[in-house]
């Protein structure tokens, strides 16, 4: 059983900061690509920003410059700093991961943390 949690969402003003942390944990062999996405209601989930193991990254357009992705391979933990909020950030965030055990792999998510920007 392999879970991802998620921490570290919350309120925040325009031009604030926050920072998420996931963490995986269960049976792990090995993790390929960390990631962060966000969904708002009524609209698919969206790509803000992936990791791959040896520390690659890719960025939504609309978060380059702000965010910033990074994992601790050892700790299996990939972190996303965002900087200078907007409230079209506004959003539940979600962490993704492609973890293999026993020759097998597929991608899991957490269960999402709400990061909400308003003043």
């Known amino acids: 059983q392999v879970q991802l949690v998620e921490s570290g969402g919350g309120l925040v003003q325009p031009g604030g900061s926050l920072r998420l942390s996931c963490a995986a944990s269960?049976?792990?062999?090995?993790?390929?690509?960390m990631g962060w996405y966000r969904q708002v209601p009524g609209k698919e989930r969206e790509l803000v920003a992936t990791?791959?193991?040896?520390?690659?990254?890719n960025y939504a357009d609309s978060v380059k410059g702000r965010f910033t992705i990074s994992r601790d391979n050892a700790k299996n933990t990939v972190d996303l700093q965002m900087n200078s909020l907007k409230p079209e950030d506004t959003a539940v965030y979600y962490c993704?991961?492609?973890?293999?055990?026993?020759?097998?792999?597929?991608?899991?998510w957490g269960q999402g943390t709400q990061v909400t920007v308003s003043s």
């Open positions: 269960g049976r792990i062999f090995s993790i390929n690509d």
């Open positions: 993704n991961a492609y973890i293999s055990y026993d020759y097998r792999g597929r991608y899991y």
């Open positions: 990791v791959t193991s040896g520390g690659s990254t």
